[in-house]
């Protein structure tokens, strides 16, 4: 978005038009809000600050606004306007407000002359009130409610914060910066976005009139560079559970992984990748790319929403069947939700194994249930036996992730899928997490228990040369 945009003024007749970012394709609509009449067109947008109960502004915060006006009025837009560099921009903000505070009668701290600076920094360049988490990488999700009503996650507690935005406009032209910056747009046509930010992080908004009380925002920031340490120190599983995985990953079985919303599935899903040999070709699809791979041999597909006429849309059902022509060692879909999960499990029963999935699911056998519904949603009229045997010649082996109250996550089953008795999927569990209860300071304790059952996977693994410690299921 162009930096006259970012200020809140209309762009002047014959400016340019904002350039959508290449690497996003085609951008259906980059024209931001703003411009179309959604965020009071030609009305300044005034800082974020908390408005008294009176009404009226602090000092600190009547100064912001004022200066931002001010720097609007003065600032040489078009010389700033062809400087790539974000941080000479930044640079030239900061030089410029620096030397209207200089001639400022009104006494002011050291502190409030530094916040007032960083402000109006963040409301140029960034994303206003809520720019300071972003920049806390302690901070996984940031949630806005509504203008008024900012949530944030930190070491997995959610906590309401006191940053508020102006009012709906505010927030609204926020939500327009954020995703006019990745070639989406937000507007009445189209009131919700599903967009992924070039850090990783991932962006939904869904504004009036489907949403009820206000543009809410909800930003997921990518469930950051954990890595299997982390997982053993945080106790998200144990070293027996993660050697079992890696060793079921390295053999080419095919695992999903379940669980719920923020459960740590693309976590756990981008952990697991690193144990894939990196000889393989691997291609990605998901509907918001999050997954960081660290092999060399990546090719990264992403599906496209429809544009405002409604064309163009391409799903993953699309892309699965496009993957499969391209020589792929793995096929690794983010998350399987709809008509693709038929062409992966196709794929998978084709000599296409080692494919690595998640799927929004309470439980393993959920995980089954819905695989099959998604099946239905291809519109095949295979008969349910059919269907289930896909699915368990298909499935080796359900990874089920949960989040606990106390922000924790952990590997609450690793199931194998062993076949089919009659018209029902046969699963067998091999470790499970046992919840025993919870501590005065509300921590979750319980244990990982092995069922004792020894996985009839484990020729599969021992074939492919994948050694695991004797005593390892006891
Ligand atoms: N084992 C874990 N322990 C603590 N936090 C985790 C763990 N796994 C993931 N997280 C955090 O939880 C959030 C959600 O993770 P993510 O993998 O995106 O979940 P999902 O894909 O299930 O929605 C991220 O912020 C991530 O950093
Ligand atoms: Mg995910």
């Known amino acids: 978005?162009?930096?006259?945009?970012?200020?809140?003024?209309?762009?002047?007749a014959g400016a340019p038009a904002p350039k959508a970012p290449a690497r996003d394709g085609p951008a259906p609509d980059a024209t931001p809000a703003t411009s179309r009449g959604m965020a009071t067109p030609g009305r300044l947008p005034t800082l974020f600050t908390r408005v008294e109960s009176d009404g009226t502004l602090s000092t600190v915060d009547r100064l912001k606004v004022e200066i931002h006006h001010r720097l609007i009025d003065r600032l040489d837009l078009e010389a700033l306007e062809r400087m790539e560099n974000e941080k000479d921009i930044e640079a030239q903000i900061r030089l410029a407000v620096t030397e209207f505070l200089r001639a400022e009668s009104t006494p002011l701290s050291q502190a409030e002359r530094d916040e007032i600076i960083e402000h109006i920094v963040w409301e140029v360049t960034g994303l206003g009130p809520i720019e300071p988490f972003f920049r806390d990488p302690s901070i996984t999700d940031i949630l806005v409610n509504n203008a008024r009503n900012i949530f944030i996650e930190r070491g997995g507690q959610l906590m309401r914060v006191d940053a508020q935005f102006r009012n709906d406009a505010h927030l609204l032209a926020v939500i327009d910066r954020i995703v006019s910056r990745v070639g989406r747009r937000v507007d009445e046509s189209s009131p919700m976005v599903d967009a992924r930010l070039p850090d990783g992080s991932r962006v939904n908004a869904i504004i009036p009139p489907l949403a009820l009380d206000g543009p809410v925002l909800s930003i997921r920031r990518f469930g950051a560079d954990l890595t299997a340490d982390e997982l053993l120190e945080f106790g998200s599983l144990t070293p027996e559970i993660l050697q079992l995985i890696a060793g079921c990953v390295k053999a080419r079985l095919n695992v999903l992984i379940s669980g719920g919303t923020g459960s740590g599935k693309?976590?756990?899903?981008?952990?697991?990748?690193?144990?894939?040999?990196?000889?393989?070709?691997?291609?990605?699809?998901?509907?918001?790319?999050?997954?960081?791979l660290q092999q060399e041999h990546v090719v990264r597909l992403e599906t496209r929403p429809p544009n405002a006429e409604g064309r163009g849309e391409v799903v993953a059902r699309d892309l699965v069947k496009?993957?499969?022509?391209?020589?792929?060692d793995r096929i690794i879909v983010g998350e399987v939700r709809g008509a693709e999960a038929l062409d992966m499990l196709q794929a998978m029963n084709t000599g296409h194994e080692g494919s690595l999935s998640t799927i929004h699911a309470n439980s393993a056998r959920d995980a089954l249930s819905r695989l099959e519904t998604m099946i239905l949603m291809a519109g095949t009229n295979l008969p349910n036996r059919a269907m289930r045997e896909q699915i368990a010649s298909a499935l080796d082996v359900i990874l089920q992730v949960q989040r606990f109250p106390d922000g924790s996550r952990r590997v609450v089953s690793v199931t194998e899928v062993t076949g089919m008795e009659g018209d029902v999927v046969t699963?067998?569990?091999?470790?499970?997490?046992?919840?025993?209860?919870?501590?005065?300071?509300?921590?979750?304790?319980?244990?990982?228990?092995?069922?004792?059952?020894?996985?009839?996977?484990?020729e599969r693994l021992r074939v492919a040369g994948v050694e695991l410690p004797a005593g390892l299921f006891i």
């Open 322 to 328: 496009n993957a499969l022509r391209m020589r792929p």
């Open 266 to 292: 693309t976590t756990l899903l981008n952990i697991l990748s690193s144990f894939i040999p990196a000889a393989e070709r691997l291609i990605t699809i998901e509907d918001a790319a999050e997954l960081r």
């Open 427 to 458: 699963t067998q569990d091999i470790f499970r997490y046992r919840r025993r209860g919870i501590t005065p300071e509300g921590r979750v304790v319980g244990q990982f228990e092995s069922s004792g059952v020894r996985p009839v996977f484990m």
């Open 1 to 12: 978005m162009s930096l006259v945009d970012r200020l809140g003024r209309k762009p002047p």
